[in-house]
């Protein structure tokens, strides 16, 4: 993952640029940066880019011309104690749109966001 990532993480709360509802430790970044983001931004179908490492995040927050976006705690496996969901992406062709929100494991929807305005 980018350190970009680490750049544009809230730092306790989500605040207002960004999106979402857990943000309960640090993100882990590789140390190298070899200009992946770099592409990533100039090209203009590119709209978001997502990762999942890190189980108590489940942020998106801009970076330039993307979106930088964290899964959630998802499985039974792994480390920590978030409520499980899932990170769900809807995307149509005609015209564009990529949307995406957190579903629960309960069912509750919540951080909902079109990624591709």
């Not at 203009?44 to 959630?72: I, Q």
């Not at 015209?95 to 929100?101: D, G």
Request: hydrophobic content about 35%; aromatic content about 10%.
């Amino acid at each position: 993952m980018s350190q970009h990532f680490k750049r544009v993480a809230p730092k306790s709360r989500i605040y207002k640029a960004c999106v979402g509802s857990i943000n309960k430790e640090r993100v882990d970044s590789q140390e190298a940066e070899m200009g992946i983001m770099k592409l990533l931004v100039k090209r203009s179908s590119v709209k978001a880019v997502f990762v999942g490492h890190n189980h108590g995040l489940d942020w998106y927050c801009p970076h330039e011309k993307l979106w930088l976006c964290f899964a959630r705690h998802t499985g039974y496996g792994g480390y920590g104690h978030w409520a499980r969901g899932a990170r769900i992406l809807e995307s149509t062709e005609q015209p564009f749109s990529l949307k995406s929100w957190i579903r629960m494991e309960c069912g509750h929807v919540h951080s909902e966001v079109l990624l591709s305005s």
